[in-house]
């Protein structure tokens, strides 16, 4: 069971699927696991944590699923809009951006809203949690980068950018990151917040994921997915993977192979092998068709905790408020604004 890795997709079709990967001598199979229809409109973004999967929606909620009971685990409320971004950061904190502009962090032990901040005048549009958990960016359709000081729950520093950008993404080292504007990657350092290098694209990115600190692979409306050297910005590997635009990538280890899951608008989510070392093509290590138009992806590990305390108390014994019926009730497990605690109480400081 220790290292057992479960592919979790959204749709357009509102359904979520849950595919437990197996890999073998020639072929790894993708073998279906479950489905999970919560939502009533298309998914947009998913996240998973070591046990919970979260799901956003343009029906303006999110749900969550446990997947050690494979059961669903109620739905979280408080944005006024389609849902746009969720992380999880490690056990303990959710995190989620919507077209209202807010950014809410959850504590995954009552499920509540700890903190709502007004991000962006515009929608958010993607959020990436730093890997120390005390930074967070954000941008927006207010044409801004932002860095959070998640420690006190405040603005540390607002960016213009002058363009409105669709994705950011710190790297694992947590020294720089990759802002996308449209058909680009302009990455960025972090002591300076300044750009060292622009990645070209040939069409509009749908999706980014840094590999290891210093390669980023790049899908979007292309049938191909570039890998690129961070420090040059050159291709240093590019395949056809799919027969449609590539809408997600992700990406784990296994027995020091790279296996890099890409899923597309054509239904299919597949596994390549990649050799980070030596980046010839990569092989096809399996396929599945999933016939939906797929939007999002995830990968879940089994037991796999981020955090250096593995934080145990996030077992969802006090969760009896979310773990009703699916269909929430509203506003029963969100703190209402009068409620929140003085900024300078912010409960994230269990990061430092």
């Not at 390549?272 to 939007?295: C, H």
Request: glycine share 8%.
């Amino acid at each position: 069971m220790g290292d057992q890795v479960e592919l979790v997709a959204g749709c357009y079709e509102q359904i979520v699927f849950g595919y437990r990967v197996c890999p073998g001598d020639e072929e790894w199979t993708i073998e279906p696991n479950f489905t999970h229809h919560a939502h009533t409109a298309s998914l947009t973004s998913v996240s998973s944590s070591d046990q919970f999967i979260a799901t956003g929606s343009k029906d303006e909620t999110i749900q969550l699923y446990d997947m050690s009971k494979k059961t669903e685990h109620g739905a979280l409320l408080h944005h006024d809009g389609t849902i746009s971004c969720l992380e999880f950061y490690g056990t303990s904190h959710l995190l989620s951006g919507g077209q209202d502009g807010l950014i809410c962090v959850w504590s995954t032990k009552k499920w509540e809203c700890l903190k709502s901040i007004k991000a962006h005048k515009g929608h958010v549009n993607s959020l990436s949690v730093h890997p120390s958990g005390k930074l967070a960016l954000s941008v927006g359709t207010d044409k801004t980068l932002r860095t959070w000081n998640l420690i006190e729950g405040r603005s540390a520093f607002i960016k213009n950018i002058k363009q409105n950008a669709e994705i950011v993404l710190w790297s694992p080292d947590g020294d720089q990151y990759a802002v996308v504007v449209n058909d680009q990657v302009d990455i960025y350092v972090l002591k300076s917040a300044t750009i060292i290098g622009t990645i070209a694209f040939t069409k509009r990115i749908s999706c980014v994921k840094f590999l290891k600190n210093t390669l980023l692979a790049v899908g979007g409306d292309d049938e191909s997915v570039r890998i690129y050297d961070v420090t040059s910005q050159k291709c240093v590997c590019e395949f056809k993977a799919h027969e449609n635009r590539v809408k997600a990538i992700d990406s784990f280890m296994k027995d020091d192979v790279c296996v890099l899951v890409t899923a597309s608008n054509d239904g299919f989510i597949k596994l390549w092998k990649l050799n980070l070392e030596n980046l010839e093509t990569p092989s096809l290590l399996g396929q599945v068709n999933t016939t939906a138009r797929l939007t999002c992806l995830s990968i879940w590990k089994h037991g796999e905790v981020k955090e250096t305390i593995a934080d145990q108390s996030a077992q969802p014994e006090t969760s009896k408020a979310v773990a009703e019926p699916s269909k929430p009730a509203k506003g029963k497990r969100v703190r209402l604004p009068g409620e929140e605690q003085p900024a300078g109480t912010f409960v994230l400081s269990t990061f430092s």
